[in-house]
């Protein structure tokens, strides 16, 4: 997960290719089949992993990595809205 | 006109654009570009190029600069905008992708940079020129001075404050 988030030489985000790598996808994808017991317990682990990461981040980051994850939920759901 | 897109229409008709579309694919083929094109079912052309240090591949597909010239009646429309590399359209799945908004405008941005849309749509304008003879026949251009709404492609009377063909205010 140490990954670099951008491509040094391009500059074009790199993240959503780890997205295939992940085990969580992986195992969910294998079947081909999205249930609704799945995303219930993928909700649940991201709600963890937020819990953890705002218990981890230093005072002086936790402003700017809480801007960063909601610009990126604005952006999303501009994008999908422009398409309804 | 869509987000990321660039687009001209000119007053060139073609019966047939297929040499504009090969010499089209040619000329980037022989800069190292991936081509793929297809003819639509409306005559006219949809051309992706692709290199890899200019576009990427998301979850296993091709970006690609994507080039459509389009026939209507009295005008061609040429466009210019990021897609996938070979298909028409972008599935459903990249959709839904939380940094596909990102990636699109990174890619959009780069191809601005490059100017390669400018250097795509420039290119089928002057091989749509060279196909077109002034004299009658099956293709011809058509009144260069005319004016033509940049809304639906109608050509507009000169004077005339809306367009025919769809009612937009002449800017």
Not at chain 2, 107 to 129: N, P, T
Request: hydrophobic residues 45%; negative net charge; glycine residues 8%.
């Amino acid at each position: 997960m140490d990954k670099p988030w951008f491509d040094p030489k391009t500059g074009i985000l790199m993240l959503d290719e780890y997205v295939a790598e992940m085990p969580s996808f992986k195992k969910i994808m294998a079947d081909n089949v999205v249930t609704d017991d799945e995303i219930l317990t993928h909700a649940d682990r991201v709600t963890e992993l937020l819990h953890q990461l705002e218990g981890a981040l230093p005072a002086n980051v936790k402003p700017l990595a809480t801007e960063a994850i909601t610009e990126l939920a604005v952006l999303y759901a501009l994008h999908r809205l422009r398409e309804v | 006109m869509a987000m990321f897109e660039s687009s001209k229409i000119l007053p060139i008709v073609l019966s047939d654009l297929t040499p504009v579309a090969n010499e089209t694919m040619d000329y980037f083929q022989k800069q190292g570009y991936e081509v793929a094109g297809e003819q639509t079912i409306t005559g006219g052309w949809a051309i992706s190029i692709t290199k890899g240090n200019l576009f990427k591949t998301v979850v296993g597909l091709k970006t690609a600069l994507k080039i459509s010239i389009e026939p209507s009646p009295m005008v061609t429309t040429v466009k210019a905008d990021v897609g996938l590399f070979g298909t028409q359209g972008i599935p459903l799945a990249i959709g839904y992708l939380v940094f596909w908004p990102v990636l699109i405008s990174q890619m959009w941005g780069m191809v601005r940079q490059a100017k390669l849309d400018d250097e795509a749509i420039g290119f089928v304008e002057a091989s749509l020129k060279a196909h077109a003879p002034h004299a009658e026949g099956q293709s011809s251009v058509v009144g260069e001075q005319a004016a033509y709404c940049p809304a639906c492609g109608a050509q507009i009377p000169q004077g005339a404050k809306f367009c025919p063909g769809c009612g937009a205010k002449r800017s």
